[in-house]
């Protein structure tokens, strides 16, 4: 009930582009709970000033109360651990945070806010990462970047100088923070690609994005770091990790944005095996990260037609959410074989938690890919079901 009476008290103005942001009350007392407060705010007015954060809920059962306003709202172990941090470290800003600011009990709310995310997150002034709590020396992965950035200036030399080695507890650091469950979830690859500013936040350490992504993805890729076993160390500790593919990814979708524009298509399957509570949200996550093509490919391709978008809404289910996409990609059904086809096919009903074997499904690949196509194609989109 206070949570109802939280979000009446603090409703969002219909026909208005409006969200909600918290901070921390500066009156209560650290270590003795997290009070906050909330307001409304008019998202295209030009004083909306804010931090968006970029984590991962946890575990739903493990919860804590926090007080926002005077009204009791459970929230996320892992979300009142960031609060605390920030608690302690006596932060001021407005954060926009989904869980606070969204009310999750509301599909039409839901819906309309989850269709403005990709522009909560492009307009904020910076966006933070949570990966939790660090019980690590909190100076352990500045002081390997540190170390990266001199490896890397040492290369462009030639190999002319002299470098420190990664300790052993600096290489366990890197793969703890690298291996989080957080870069596994859908919903970051958007609050990431689309930031402004970003760094990264675990307890008390703080790093800049940039230094972060594009110091180890040159480390990686560097012929120097490749013939020294102590450097290959790093690469050989990251190379499989979540972050770096998460990194990759990022440059892979800048490319495209830049050159033939980023699909739908592109997005399910560079992103397919990346996890959501709810299915419908690792279609939704990646909305926003659909892109026209560059001007020049367009010239180049005077025929080519802009795909009607997808909008997220709540009040579809997995089902109708796969037949709404269909219609809009096929309204006359597909008339040739294609990579794309393959995806909407297999990858996008495994992507919504269908099953192959369900009748409505299987009917709704008959009816919009056409009947007669080779064993094999029907092979490969079995496949998909089965990867994903």
């Not at 969200?19 to 270590?31: A, C, E, K, Y």
Request: contains cysteine; charged residues 25%.
């Amino acid at each position: 009930m206070a949570l109802v009476a939280l979000y009446n008290t603090f409703q969002l103005p219909q026909g208005k582009r409006s969200i909600r942001v918290v901070r921390l009350n500066d009156q209560s007392p650290i270590g003795l709970g997290v009070e906050l407060e909330l307001r409304v705010v008019d998202f295209d007015a030009a004083s909306v000033d804010y931090t968006a954060l970029s984590y991962m809920w946890g575990d739903p059962t493990q919860t804590a109360c926090v007080l926002i306003d005077n009204y009791p709202v459970e929230i996320t172990q892992n979300l009142c651990a960031f609060l605390s941090e920030m608690q302690w470290q006596h932060r001021r800003e407005w954060f926009w945070i989904d869980a606070l600011c969204i009310n999750q009990t509301d599909n039409q709310e839901k819906s309309h806010q989850v269709q403005m995310m990709g522009e909560i997150y492009q307009r904020a002034s910076k966006v933070m990462i949570w990966l939790g709590i660090w019980d690590w020396d909190p100076q352990l992965i500045p002081r390997l970047l540190d170390k990266v950035a001199k490896v890397l200036r040492l290369s462009d030399n030639n190999g002319e100088g002299k470098y420190s080695m990664y300790t052993v507890a600096e290489l366990d650091a890197i793969r703890d923070l690298c291996y989080r469950p957080y870069w596994q979830r859908v919903w970051t690859v958007q609050e990431r690609v689309l930031a402004p500013k970003l760094s990264i936040a675990c307890g008390s350490m703080h790093i800049e994005w940039a230094s972060f992504s594009s110091n180890l993805a040159r480390h990686m890729g560097d012929i120097f770091t490749q013939d020294t076993e102590d450097l290959k160390a790093l690469n050989i500790a990251l190379q499989d990790s979540p972050a770096m593919q998460s990194i990759n990814k990022h440059t892979s979708w800048e490319n495209k944005r830049d050159n033939e524009g980023v699909t739908i298509e592109n997005l399910l399957f560079q992103y397919r095996l990346l996890q959501a509570t709810d299915p419908r949200d690792r279609i939704y996550a990646l909305l926003a990260l659909v892109t026209p093509p560059a001007k020049w490919w367009l010239d180049a391709n005077p025929n080519y037609k802009e795909p009607t978008p997808i909008l997220a809404d709540y009040s579809k289910t997995a089902t109708e959410l796969y037949k709404y996409i269909l219609t809009l990609k096929y309204p006359q059904g597909a008339e040739t074989k294609s990579i794309d086809a393959e995806i909407v096919a297999g990858i996008l009903p495994a992507t919504l938690g269908l099953s192959r074997d369900d009748t409505e499904v299987e009917e709704t690949i008959k009816r919009y890919f056409p009947n007669g196509w080779d064993p094999s194609w029907n092979r490969r989109i079995a496949a998909c079901f089965s990867e994903v």
